[in-house]
């Protein structure tokens, strides 16, 4: 049994306060909340776990294994430093952290102690995304062209970061992760309308080049009057639409593509032949992701896995991050990735 806490009951954390503590192997020991409030009605829920106003209750308690941190960016590295200080593994919502530097930080801090850190992008675990993979990985698109993505909806603004830090890890991670590779170039155009003042973007539209050819335009907003979720996936011998909204069809693969007639004497013989199949749509388990992230965070603190989303893909995802915002600043100007 693994004894765990959890630090932060805002936005995201009761949902993983609810995994962990319906997970049969962890036993969860307390929460900690700085908003009284929050505290008191997240705990209601959970009578027999303690709850503390100040965090460092949880750190410096020697029966704690592990700790679970969903608080705003600005605090994941000095968070996840006091949790690796105190000698537990680390469970750290995305963006791992606020910059690379700090990333690298907290992996050199569990390296040198053996403790192991996760980082959330929860999409990593989703049944959908992992059908992707397969698809991906037996061939069944072909070789994949390009990728368009829109992640929109109306708010919810933050106040810390901008849109890219707030909503393009959930799809850096996952491309990175379908396509066993980081991008070789980053470029983004960005627009601040609703927070001028802060210079917070609520609009950007990023692009990523990857090794293997694929290019990917990752569209991200707070300013849209519809909630979309939505990511196309063309390849040479099919293509795929992933609906992450849709209830109950999330995938629909499409037999179509574009065939060059292998054969023609001279130009006014090439033709193109479009081909448009059959749709499919294949079962996806209905299985809560952030049950499976759950679950594989235990398996990793026991050696039973190797970390899906482990504090070096949190590192590698967060530097395609810098390199969008850098990007921005610069008019959209491409930004290479050092190697």
């Given at each position: 049994?693994?004894?765990?806490?959890?630090?932060?009951?805002?936005?995201w954390g009761?949902?993983?306060?609810?995994?962990?503590?319906?997970?049969?192997d962890?036993?969860l020991?307390a929460?900690?909340?700085v908003?009284?409030?929050r505290?008191e009605?997240v705990?209601?829920?959970?009578?027999?776990?303690?709850?503390?106003?100040?965090h460092?209750?949880?750190?410096?308690?020697?029966?704690?294994d592990?700790?679970?941190?969903?608080?705003?960016?600005?605090?994941?590295?000095?968070?996840?430093?006091?949790?690796?200080?105190?000698g537990?593994?680390?469970?750290?919502?995305?963006?791992?952290?606020?910059?690379?530097?700090?990333?690298?930080?907290?992996n050199?801090a569990?390296?040198?102690a053996?403790?192991?850190?996760?980082?959330?992008?929860?999409?990593?675990?989703?049944?959908?995304?992992r059908?992707?993979?397969?698809?991906?990985?037996?061939?069944?698109?072909?070789?994949?062209?390009?990728?368009?993505?829109t992640?929109?909806?109306?708010g919810?603004?933050?106040?810390d970061?901008?849109?890219?830090?707030?909503?393009?890890p959930h799809?850096v991670?996952?491309?990175?992760?379908?396509?066993g590779?980081?991008?070789?170039?980053?470029?983004?155009?960005?627009?601040?309308?609703v927070?001028?003042?802060?210079?917070?973007?609520?609009?950007a539209?990023?692009?990523?080049?990857?090794?293997g050819?694929?290019?990917?335009?990752?569209?991200?907003?707070?300013?849209?009057?519809?909630?979309?979720?939505?990511?196309?996936f063309v390849?040479?011998?099919?293509m795929l639409?992933?609906?992450?909204?849709d209830?109950?069809?999330?995938?629909?693969?499409?037999?179509?593509?574009?065939?060059?007639q292998?054969?023609?004497?001279?130009?006014?013989?090439?033709?193109?032949?479009?081909r448009?199949?059959?749709?499919f749509?294949?079962r996806?388990?209905?299985v809560?992701?952030l049950?499976?992230?759950?679950?594989?965070?235990v398996d990793?603190?026991?050696?039973?896995?190797?970390?899906?989303?482990?504090?070096?893909?949190?590192?590698?995802v967060?530097?395609v991050?810098?390199r969008?915002?850098?990007?921005?600043?610069?008019?959209?100007?491409?930004?290479?990735?050092?190697?």
């Amino acid at each position: 049994m693994i004894r765990m806490g959890v630090i932060g009951c805002g936005y995201w954390g009761p949902n993983l306060i609810r995994n962990f503590h319906n997970n049969p192997d962890v036993e969860l020991v307390a929460i900690a909340d700085v908003d009284a409030g929050r505290l008191e009605q997240v705990g209601r829920l959970y009578p027999t776990v303690a709850r503390h106003s100040d965090h460092r209750d949880i750190v410096k308690d020697t029966s704690i294994d592990a700790i679970v941190v969903s608080t705003p960016v600005s605090t994941h590295f000095p968070l996840g430093m006091e949790v690796l200080e105190s000698g537990k593994h680390l469970f750290v919502e995305k963006p791992m952290a606020a910059s690379a530097d700090e990333c690298r930080r907290l992996n050199d801090a569990a390296d040198r102690a053996g403790l192991v850190v996760m980082v959330g992008h929860t999409f990593l675990f989703s049944p959908a995304v992992r059908k992707i993979s397969e698809y991906i990985d037996a061939g069944t698109l072909g070789d994949v062209y390009y990728v368009s993505i829109t992640r929109v909806n109306l708010g919810i603004f933050q106040h810390d970061v901008n849109v890219v830090w707030d909503l393009a890890p959930h799809d850096v991670a996952m491309l990175n992760h379908l396509f066993g590779a980081t991008p070789k170039v980053v470029s983004a155009n960005g627009r601040c309308y609703v927070q001028r003042d802060k210079g917070i973007e609520d609009v950007a539209f990023v692009t990523l080049e990857y090794p293997g050819g694929q290019i990917a335009n990752v569209h991200v907003s707070w300013l849209d009057p519809n909630k979309i979720r939505k990511m196309t996936f063309v390849g040479s011998k099919q293509m795929l639409v992933y609906d992450d909204v849709d209830p109950t069809e999330k995938i629909r693969v499409y037999d179509k593509g574009v065939e060059i007639q292998p054969h023609y004497d001279n130009f006014g013989e090439f033709q193109l032949r479009l081909r448009s199949g059959d749709i499919f749509v294949p079962r996806v388990d209905s299985v809560e992701p952030l049950k499976i992230e759950a679950q594989h965070f235990v398996d990793v603190i026991r050696g039973e896995a190797e970390a899906v989303s482990s504090g070096h893909h949190g590192l590698e995802v967060v530097e395609v991050l810098e390199r969008a915002c850098m990007s921005i600043r610069q008019d959209g100007q491409p930004m290479e990735m050092s190697r």
